[in-house]
């Protein structure tokens, strides 16, 4: 069995959550997930400027998680190279190996939304010539050497915790995207399924290795709860919240998107891509190869709430599986 979590912390007014106690509860959450005994990651995402809190400052985030576990893995998706000093990110990240011992992994994004590329007065056309000096920058700065850097030899320091660094991961929703992260980076995360095929194109291409087909979509939010229908009474308004926000800004973009508007909660219901299910259910559809996945406070979601989900999991879905290995 294995355990992916993310989060944004979205915290909308209506809500009525501070959001010192939903940072607290995301710390609760992962050591939690730290003492079930099976693998974890744990993925935070990065806006700027968002009117529900969406996290500005994920690395924070990563570091607080970081001193109360000892074994969860952590990715931030991504870090937004247009906005970001790279040598200062580069320095970050050094820091971040150390505090986590290796245990947390950058994947580099460019960034979408145009109300964030008009906070720090960057143009959209930048977009790309960013993303790849952040890449190059990381790669050369996490081998604890001197290197070039905008005419000027620079040295990041301390060295990474370790030898070469985290690798440099690269994300987004286009072929560009997908081409430069099999040029410049240690791996690609798109958040559009179909770009893979793009990216394998291009490692074949440099006489890469194949990196084979890609997998599923991550963008689906599984919930549980003792009755499904209870469960969307109680949480379908924080899912619309969340998908007509992404919606939002993906229009503004005109980029394409994994979400979708949807004017009430029982149209989204029916669309499959938020799904409340009963643990026995998730048990069935995780089948031979256990990966679950939960967005515990999704668009504002209450902490009881959250909780109510995760204890089902660890009180009724992780069992299951505990059972099939004991008996294997």
């Known amino acids: 069995m294995f355990l992916v979590m993310r989060f944004d912390f979205r915290n909308p007014a209506f809500a009525g959550t501070l959001m010192a106690d939903r940072y607290e509860a995301a710390l609760d ?12 990651s744990i993925i935070l995402h990065e806006h700027h400027g968002s009117a529900d809190g969406y996290i500005p400052s994920p690395a924070l985030i990563v ?5 109360r576990t000892k074994n969860v893995r952590f990715m931030i998706g991504a870090v937004l190279a247009p906005f970001h000093d790279p040598l200062r990110i580069a320095e970050d990240w050094c ?22 590329f008009a906070m720090f007065d960057v143009p959209l056309k930048e977009r790309p010539k960013r993303v790849s000096e952040l890449a190059v920058t990381l ?36 072929e ?15 958040s559009q399924p179909e770009v893979w ?3 394998r194109d291009e490692m074949i291409k440099l006489g890469k ?15 549980l709860a003792a009755d499904p229908g209870r469960g969307w009474e109680a949480m379908g308004s924080y899912f619309l919240y969340e998908t007509n926000a992404y919606c939002a800004w993906k229009d503004a973009a005109a980029e394409a998107s994994p979400y979708d508007v949807f004017p009430d909660v029982a149209t989204l219901r029916q669309a499959n891509r938020y799904n409340v299910i009963t643990p026995a259910e998730m048990v069935e559809r995780l089948g031979a190869a256990p990966v679950a996945q939960f967005h515990p ?3 504002g979601m209450p902490i009881d709430l959250a909780w109510q989900s995760l204890q089902l999991f660890e009180n009724e879905v992780l069992p299951a599986f505990r059972k099939e290995e004991g008996g294997a």
């Open 29 to 40: 959450i992962a050591e939690w997930a730290d003492g079930l005994g099976i693998p974890v």
């Open 63 to 67: 570091a607080a998680m970081a001193a």
């Open 95 to 116: 820091v971040l190996d150390h505090l986590t011992r290796g245990r947390a992994d950058p994947i580099i994004g460019g960034g979408y939304a145009p109300s964030e």
């Open 139 to 174: 790669r050369a700065a996490f081998q604890g050497k001197p290197f070039e850097y905008r005419g000027r030899t620079v040295h990041i320091t301390p060295e990474p915790y370790r030898p070469g660094g985290p690798p440099v991961l690269m994300g987004g929703a286009s």
């Open 176 to 190: 560009g995207a997908a081409r430069r992260a099999a040029r410049l980076g240690d791996g690609f995360i798109p």
């Open 197 to 199: 095929e793009f990216y």
């Open 209 to 223: 290795p194949d990196p084979g087909p890609g997998g599923g979509d991550g963008s689906v939010v599984t919930a």
């Open 297 to 299: 406070l999704c668009g």
